[in-house]
T-cell receptor, first 111, second 110 residues
């Protein structure tokens, strides 16, 4: 069965304390691994797409990496405004993509 | 600003009623996908429309139905509402794979 699992469920960091979020996936015919940020009561905000093992992408304090079974979202020197739920999703089903989401990691960064 | 809009923002319905939610795609996007997000969970895929045709469906019953219009806007219809249908309903528009989400419609069924 296709599935996406994220860990940890929740993470509390001090401002400036770097860490990583994990996303493991088992999806047939993977067509991209997606990372989103979601603030409470809002829609997910697109961050990154990774298409092949070894690929890396960066945006400000965030860097996403991909292996054949996992993806990591590295957060370097986080700030309180990075607090949010981070969702990982695997794309499948052809060029138009359907997404299977994990349950997310709730990140809280304390000043 | 993704350009994807949804209406209404919030909605309260009674069990057994019917509801229609609306989504306007980002300019140039020909694919719309709908997701249901229960509290504390990740979004779950309901169905997708590509150029006005249904293009895949998740594990949702037939009382969940949809439409896509020539301007690529879309509707999600839910008949015979149940308490478990209470959730945030998200639409996402895309062109060649990357999906951009709207702000969602919060549906409460009492």
């Amino acid at each position: 069965e296709d599935q996406v699992t994220q860990s940890p469920e929740a993470l509390r960091l001090q401002e400036g304390e770097s860490s990583s979020l994990n996303c493991s996936y088992t999806v047939s015919g993977l067509r991209g691994l997606f990372w989103y940020r979601q603030d409470p009561g809002k829609g997910p905000e697109f961050l990154f797409t990774l298409y092949s093992a070894g690929e890396e992408k960066e945006k400000e304090r965030l860097k996403a990496t991909l292996t054949k079974k996992e993806s990591f979202l590295h957060i370097t020197a986080p700030k309180p405004e990075d607090s949010a739920t981070y969702l990982c999703a695997a794309g499948y089903g052809g060029a138009t993509n359907k997404l299977i989401f994990g349950t997310g990691t709730l990140l809280a960064v304390q000043p | 600003e993704t350009g994807v809009t949804q209406s209404p923002t919030h909605l309260i319905k009674t069990r057994g009623q019917q509801v229609t939610l609306r989504c306007s795609s980002q300019s140039g996007h020909n694919t719309v996908s709908w997701y249901q997000q229960a509290l504390g969970q990740g979004p779950q895929f309901i169905f997708q429309y590509y150029r006005e045709e249904e293009n895949g469906r998740g594990n949702f019953p037939p009382r969940f139905s949809g439409l896509q219009f020539p301007n690529y806007s879309s509707e999600l219809n839910v008949n015979a509402l149940e308490l478990d249908d209470s959730a945030l309903y998200l639409c996402a528009s895309s062109f060649q794979g990357e999906q951009y989400f709207g702000p969602g419609t919060r549906l409460t069924v009492t």
